[in-house]
């Protein structure tokens, strides 16, 4: 996300949720049914306290902890992202320089991948044997793709991606885009592997520090740019609009041609994540932490929020269409989602754990 976890700074008070234990002192069985969707509580940097919750459609109820309550243990400092892939659930946990793999039936666990992880960021299956991890190293700089062998679950090789902040992973046939976000410098790129030979295929330079990415019905990629933002050292450190960049939304052919440049007005902005709904051919995405909602076919960005709600991430469930809002009010206290129908109405609110930063889907 936006915020710069490797300079957070101050004292902040860890509250420790222990979980009921069975008449045997064991772990219990959490809830987690196949019908619903993961939310990632990222928790706060160096405190030890990201968690994972799930929201179950069939009984319209959210389990809290599902690492704790599955394990008998905490899942660690500042989990980034959870994907699902054959029956496996696969935690990025990047302070802890991990990643949690579990079954998706119970969460129990399957495995830990510690050897040749950093940072990791953002995990995505490519094949029934392999997957990629996406890392900033140890700087927060070095930007790279970690090569898992699913079925020993371990780092079989490096892609070195020679960027800043390798993050999202978007999957399209038989290659990969991965968006160079920046970490904490900045970056321009969108690395393009073939997944076949785990080369890089090309670079697609277009404008600062991309973010999200989504294929619409059409085939085309749509990706947020968070642009840069210049911060002025003899001006209390405020944003200088002048040697900034602007956020925008770039849609882009798979072959990396421009379709279409959307940029905000406001250079001070961030827009950060996107998601798509069902049938592809509407977009959400987040601008200053306000949801915006438009139209494969429009021509210029929306004027008006879809809600002016201030959320931290941004998920649609591609079964219901239901746009969920994941709310941090600070990194102390447990953070909320707002679910939201397809006409913008307020249907549901539950309380999750500190620090939501989105979902994934079963």
């Not at 899942?75 to 998706?104: C, F, M, P, W």
């Not at 399209?172 to 410098?185: C, I, R, T």
């Not at 294929?215 to 900034?244: C, H, L, M």
């Not at 021509?299 to 709600?309: E, G, I, N, Q, R």
Request: hydrophobic share 35%; charged share 20%; proline share 3%.
């Amino acid at each position: 996300m936006i915020k710069n976890r490797f300079f957070i700074l101050g004292l902040i008070a860890l509250s420790a949720l222990i979980s009921s234990c069975s008449d045997d002192d064991g772990p219990d069985s959490p809830k987690v049914g196949s019908e619903g969707f993961y939310i990632v509580n990222e928790g706060a940097f160096g405190n030890g306290n990201t968690s994972i919750s799930f929201y179950d459609r069939s009984d319209d109820a959210v389990t809290n902890d599902l690492f704790m309550k599955a394990n008998g243990v905490t899942l660690g400092d500042q989990a980034q992202s959870i994907a699902v892939h054959n029956e496996r659930a696969y935690i990025a946990v990047q302070n802890s320089s991990k990643i949690e793999v579990v079954k998706t039936d119970d969460f129990s666990s399957v495995a830990t991948i510690s050897d040749g992880v950093e940072s990791p960021r953002y995990f995505i299956g490519v094949s029934d044997t392999k997957g990629y991890v996406s890392d900033w190293g140890t700087d927060g700089l070095s930007g790279s793709v970690r090569v898992i062998d699913l079925t020993t679950n371990k780092v079989s090789a490096t892609i070195q991606t020679n960027s800043q902040g390798a993050n999202r992973m978007l999957l399209v046939g038989n290659e990969v885009f991965l968006a160079n976000s920046g970490g904490l410098g900045r970056d321009s790129t969108i690395t393009v592997i073939n997944t076949t030979t785990d080369n890089i295929s090309r670079e697609i330079n277009l404008a600062d520090n991309p973010d999200g990415m989504v294929q619409d019905a059409n085939g085309d990629i749509w990706v947020t740019y968070r642009g840069y933002k210049f911060y002025d050292p003899a001006n209390n450190f405020a944003i200088d609009e002048d040697k900034s960049t602007p956020a925008s939304i770039i849609k882009i052919s798979t072959e990396g041609k421009v379709l279409q440049r959307l940029e905000h007005s406001d250079v001070t902005g961030w827009s950060t994540s996107i998601n798509i709904n069902s049938t592809g051919d509407k977009i959400y995405y987040l601008f200053n932490r306000n949801i915006y909602e438009m139209s494969i076919t429009d021509t210029s960005l929306p004027s008006s929020a879809f809600t002016s709600d201030r959320y931290y991430g941004l998920s649609v469930d591609p079964i219901t269409d239901n746009v969920i809002g994941c709310e941090a009010p600070d990194f102390s206290s447990s953070g909320n989602i707002d679910i939201y129908n397809s006409t913008g109405t307020l249907e549901s609110t539950f309380s999750v754990g500190i620090g939501p930063n989105g979902c994934t889907y079963l």
